[in-house]
């Protein structure tokens, strides 16, 4: 699980910190610079050269505050002396000249591995790998192969010196370069155009930089393949143009720290109470993918409305703990790329604390209601269950003996004596009577049609069964799960049973209708209305059957206008 480093603690290793950098590299550009006044080169290359090391250097300081870009730094660096190393080109001695001539382009590709595994130094994919191997294949090797036939008299590494070769070599290198350059162009265009939230705010500006600097690069190889010469201006507007990538590093921090004001207005608007939590915290830290956790007393995480989460153990999202009074009382979810900004996150941890803590008591209070639902509803499950286990223990232990009975009865009445055979006959209606009675019973408990085949067969024969002329209408259009079928069942049961008894209704009507994932129910009658829903009731034991299963009971009876009884049960998607 990746999470934030909030504070970070000065180094015990002094060499190891990278301020020192700062007056090593001025002293380095410096004695660099002059070489190349000296040799009467261009003004503005050699004050490109500086002004790019020097730029990079700052840049590498800059991140330091930003542990995940702590390789990005190194990378800074490391191009930062690779610049002033390819001008060692300047110097007279031969040695110098040679390692200037090996370093010419490894800045280039350093800033291609910075720009294709920014932040975290990680290559954004499996192109983006092959990309910077290239980009070192064409300048380190490029240039070491280079060098043993480079024809300059100064190369100490010239062992087989041949120009065609070294031609060869160097058209090789251009063309690569070129490839290199337009892949990262794709790269950085395709990887702007999926930022969002923080991570476009802290990199954008570095992409924005790398494309115009590759597009600057390809033009620059371009023209030396077309012309077959090297133009010394064009190269020093590269350098000058590459400067606004370490620029670019920079601006993308300041952006995250001028973001940090608009922390007054979530201190304002957290305690009114109005909009969501979560959407204030987006905003607050820019990032819309924000979640909040909560964590429980018994140790559970759950969201705002009280669902169990788990929290994300990968490292495509990150997770920032708030405390309150030293407890731990919620998660916040985000982009990874909020930990480059640990003191916007800090500012907004520490002001949401209070509010995320009752944030928290009502998630939990949520969480219990939803436990209690689930509890409920498990239960109307297994009383289902257990009817269904009744209902046909009735049917093929008790109903089939009554049944052999009454057939053993009406045999033996065959063959008895006249007297005899009036009292077994009695005592078959008698036994018809029970075995009737247990059917009604078992109907009640569980009725074996709806099981068999289904709700709407199940009340049509409710319907027929009525004392009163019931009409049915409406479809659901095939089979429902087993507790939504049987609540509904009941609905219809209940209320046709309470218009036989107290209605005094002429008729009936039943609908059942499936609209928007949901089984509408309606028992509608003419008689002389003024139900009510009564503790101890049919109709409120049925209420709590449907709201177990989150479904709604309504009841419209108003005197003398007939009575309608009205369900609405979820059946999902």
């Not at 049961?493 to 509408?520: D, F, G, P, Q």
């Amino acid at each position: 699980m990746a999470s934030t480093v909030l504070r970070a603690s000065p180094s015990e290793n002094i060499r190891g910190d990278p301020v020192l950098l700062l007056p090593v590299v001025v002293a380095a550009g410096l004695a660099v610079g002059r070489l190349g006044l000296h040799g009467h080169f261009s003004g503005m290359r050699v004050a490109a050269d500086l002004a790019l090391s020097w730029a990079l250097v700052a840049a590498a300081l800059a991140v330091r505050e930003r542990p995940r870009w702590r390789r990005a730094g190194w990378l800074l660096a490391t191009a930062s002396f690779a610049v002033l190393g390819a001008d060692l080109v300047w110097a007279a001695s031969s040695a110098l000249w040679t390692l200037g001539f090996l370093l010419a382009g490894l800045w280039a590709a350093l800033l291609v591995h910075l720009v294709l595994a920014f932040p975290d130094g990680r290559p954004w994919s499996r192109v983006a790998q092959i990309a910077i191997s290239g980009a070192y294949v064409a300048t380190l090797g490029g240039q070491l192969v280079g060098a043993f036939v480079d024809p300059n008299t100064r190369d100490v590494l010239g062992l087989a010196p041949h120009e065609t070769v070294a031609h060869t070599v160097d058209r090789t290198q251009q063309i690569t370069g070129i490839v290199v350059g337009l892949v990262v162009l794709v790269l950085v265009v395709r990887r702007l155009r999926v930022l969002g939230g923080p991570a476009r705010r802290a990199q954008g500006p570095l992409l924005v930089a790398a494309a115009v600097t590759a597009s600057s690069a390809v033009f620059c190889l371009g023209s030396a393949v077309a012309t077959d010469s090297v133009s010394s201006a064009l190269e020093t507007i590269v350098r000058a143009i590459a400067i606004s990538m370490p620029l670019g590093i920079v601006a993308g921090i300041m952006w995250s720290r001028l973001r940090r004001p608009e922390l007054s207005e979530l201190v304002v608007e957290l305690p009114s109470g109005a909009g969501g939590m979560r959407e204030r915290l987006a905003r607050a830290l820019g990032d819309p993918t924000l979640e909040v956790v909560y964590q429980l007393a018994d140790g559970r995480s759950v969201d705002a409305t009280g669902r169990p989460v788990s929290l994300p153990d990968g490292t495509d999202r990150a997770v920032t703990a708030v405390t309150a009074g030293g407890e731990e009382i919620a998660a916040l979810v985000h982009d990874p790329a909020l930990l480059d900004e640990p003191a916007l996150v800090e500012s907004v941890r520490a002001t949401a604390g209070l509010v995320l803590e009752n944030e928290r008591l009502a998630a939990e209070v949520r969480s219990q209601l939803a436990e209690v639902r689930a509890s409920r509803g498990r239960i109307v499950t297994a009383t289902d269950a257990e009817r269904r286990r009744i209902e046909r223990d009735l049917h093929d232990g008790a109903q089939q003996r009554l049944v052999t009975l009454s057939v053993a009865l009406g045999l033996e009445a065959t063959r008895a004596d006249p007297a005899a055979a009036a009292v077994l006959s009695r005592a078959q209606d008698d036994v018809e009577e029970a075995l009737v009675e247990l059917r009604e019973l078992a109907r009640g408990i569980h009725p074996a049609l709806l099981r068999d085949q289904g709700l709407e067969a199940a009340v049509e024969a409710l319907a027929r069964r009525a004392p009163l002329p019931v009409t049915v209408h409406g479809t659901v259009g095939g089979r429902l799960s087993d507790p939504i079928e049987l609540a509904a069942y009941f609905v219809v049961s209940e209320a046709l049973t309470n218009v036989v008894k107290h209605a005094s209704a002429t008729e009936a009507s039943v609908l059942l209708e499936w609209e928007t994932a949901a089984l509408r129910v309606a028992v509608v009658d003419d008689g002389i209305g003024g139900a009510r829903v009564t503790p101890g009731s049919g109709l409120a034991g049925l209420r709590d059957r449907l709201e177990a299963l989150d479904a709604t009971l309504t009841l419209e009876s108003e005197p003398a206008r007939g009575t309608t009884v009205r369900a609405s049960i979820p059946c999902g998607s």
